[in-house]
């Protein structure tokens, strides 16, 4: 129940962000009309119509967007025809004379407002299906979670109380303005033009969403002030009591001679079955039963994750220090991206980390759903007896987590290992602790599905070629410079010479690439603030700031040596098809 509450008012949050601005004409268009005929009709239609659309992207992958994309276009030409009906009432009489005429074959009867209602319905549908594309981060977190717990009844339901949080304050919202309007046609007796306005209003609307223009005007806006709510409503109403799992005691409890070796750790669940991986790497499939007597550490995780890689290290280090103390560590490797599902690419990265510990490939997301898990990197700590005694989400506080480890150990055996204090890892490059007291900069997707501050004037043309360029940059902007093709998950360049550049403001940049679908290595140059790098330079490439994209994976590609301040990045590709994923600082 919680996540549907979770959802609902997640869409409650749309009306504040400014990807819902397309469609307030739309929706405002029905001010003043009776609510049960007019406004409730598009509403319902709207969140069927989004709930449907969503659940086939969740479902069905490329093909589904590929749907949409044609649902978006219908929806444009429906709203365009809705627009005239606004300007000119001849026109609209003759529009709604099919609806009557069926109103009448349906239902015997042929009162304005039976049209009425299946014209609200149908501009709700409409709506609905353009709005899917571009409901905010907050459907993106939704849809993340239905696909991960795969596609059923349960998805749609939460994805439809997503839509009517949505509904909900677009209701409220249409409510207030009815009676706005309704002074200003008492006072003012402008009800015609008022109407003709709103006409051109949805026009204008329907020719900048045509045209790409809405993609790009939005993307200039900051989407950081409702992300951020959406966010901390989400942790709250999830309940993470991860700070308070930390909060415990340990110390031996002392009763005459004999010491008492159990930990204070509270009990949070049981390790549940590891079974569902697609293959395992350095080991063969472990199971609970064959567990029980040791202390577990899994370690959600996926490689191109820069959270995931600085914590690496510390695992890798607990992984060797207690191996003979009876520590068993499994790395589950739950992907991301697609590139993240190929085993062979998840081979490539566990040698490149040097893990030498067991992983659990889980790419149809099993071993994920059955500890309910939401994040990267994920920490559950086991005991002996394969209950889950605590949990940590996200980098960092590594130094807590290894005295859970010494704890539950303790608590194993009986008595007092010699621990040799906390591990120290030699982490280099991007595996580095990130500078958090100068990161001014978040993480940025390239692909549309969840691209933001994306500012090139010619706006996002999905799965299609473009010519793109790039203005001045405000921080935290970014945009492309090329003949790109911008897919749900990456930009790939069509044309060699193409360009990437981002205003950022972080000691570290980072960017996920990848060589494309032919694999031939990629050559680039950075420059920082239009020249080259030198001791600025990330470990992925040279002091001139030349660098080959030959694998796919994430690639250090600043590390400012002295004072962290704002500075403008920029990538050029000598070659064509490159692929660019994601931005991550540090």
């Known amino acids: 129940m919680i996540l549907f509450t979770i959802a609902y008012l997640a869409g409650v949050l749309t009306i504040v962000s400014p990807c819902i601005l397309p469609v307030l004409p739309f929706v405002f268009s029905r001010a003043g009309q009776p609510f049960a005929s007019s406004i409730l009709p598009m509403l319902i239609g709207k969140t069927v119509t989004f709930a449907g659309v969503a659940t086939l992207a969740a479902i069905g992958g490329d093909w589904a967007v590929q749907a949409n994309e044609a649902g978006r276009y219908a929806a444009i030409a429906v709203l365009a025809v809705f627009g005239v009906m606004l300007l000119s009432p001849r026109i609209a009489a003759v ?40 409901a905010g981060p907050v459907l993106g977190l939704v849809l993340t979670g239905a696909a991960l717990h795969g596609a059923n009844i349960g998805t749609t339901l939460l ?36 109407r003709q306005g709103l006409g051109i209003a949805v026009l204008a609307g329907v020719g900048a969403i045509a045209l790409g223009i809405d993609t790009g005007l939005l993307a200039r806006l900051s989407y950081a002030g409702t992300t951020n709510l959406e966010q901390s409503l989400l942790m709250r109403l999830r309940g993470d009591t991860s700070e308070a799992a930390a909060s415990h005691g340990g110390a031996p409890a002392v009763d005459g001679q004999q010491q008492d070796y159990r930990s204070n750790l509270p009990v949070e669940g049981i390790l549940p079955p590891l079974d569902g991986a697609v293959e395992w790497l350095n080991s063969r499939p472990l199971t609970v039963e064959e567990l029980r007597g040791k202390v577990v550490l ?48 998840v081979k490539q990265a566990a ?3 040097k893990i030498g510990y067991p992983i659990a490939v889980d ?5 994920w759903r059955a500890f309910g898990n939401s994040y990267w990197p994920a920490q559950y700590f086991i005991d002996a007896e394969g209950r889950i005694r605590h949990h940590h989400f996200g980098e960092g506080d590594h130094e807590q987590s290894e005295r859970v480890i010494q704890e539950l150990l303790t608590e194993a055996a009986g008595r007092r290992g010699d621990d040799g204090g906390l591990v120290k890892p030699d982490a280099k490059g991007a595996e580095f602790a990130p500078d958090f007291a100068n990161l ?32 001045a940059l405000r921080l935290n902007q970014w945009g492309l410079a090329g003949n790109w093709t911008m897919g749900p998950e990456q930009a790939t360049l069509n044309r060699a010479g193409g360009s990437i550049t981002y205003r950022f403001s972080a000691r570290d940049l980072h960017l996920v690439l990848g060589p494309g679908t032919g694999s031939r290595k990629v050559r680039f140059q950075v420059k920082v603030d239009g020249v080259a790098p030198g001791p600025d330079h990330g470990s992925d490439i040279d002091a001139a700031g030349n660098g080959t994209v030959s694998e796919t994976r994430l690639y250090q590609l600043v590390r400012q040596s002295g004072e962290v301040r704002e500075r403008t990045f920029e990538i050029r590709f000598h070659d064509p098809g490159v692929e660019a994923f994601v931005f991550t600082f540090g």
């Open 351 to 353: 040698s490149d980390f």
């Open 298 to 345: 899994v370690d959600f995780w996926t490689f191109s994750c820069i959270n995931c890689i600085r914590t690496i290290p510390y695992v890798r280090a607990w992984a060797e220090k207690y191996r003979d103390q009876g520590l068993v560590v499994i790395g589950v490797h739950a992907p991301e991206f697609a590139f993240e599902k190929r085993i062979d690419n």
């Open 95 to 134: 529009v709604a004379r099919p609806a009557i005429a069926l109103g009448n074959r349906l239902s015997q009867r042929s009162t304005a407002p039976q049209a009425s209602v299946g014209a609200s319905l149908l501009l709700g549908l409409a709506t609905g299906l353009l709005w899917a594309p571009c």
């Open 159 to 194: 994805l439809t109380a997503y839509a009517a949080g949505a509904a909900t304050s677009l209701a409220l919202a249409v409510l207030a303005g009815g009676r706005v309007f309704k002074v200003m046609k008492r006072s003012l007796g402008f009800g015609e033009r008022l």
């Open 440 to 471: 001014q900069s978040g993480e940025d997707y390239v692909g549309y599905m969840r691209a933001a501050n994306f500012v090139s004037p010619e706006g996002v043309a999905a799965d299609e070629a473009r010519d793109y360029t790039v203005g």
């Open 363 to 367: 790419n149809d997301f099993a071993i």
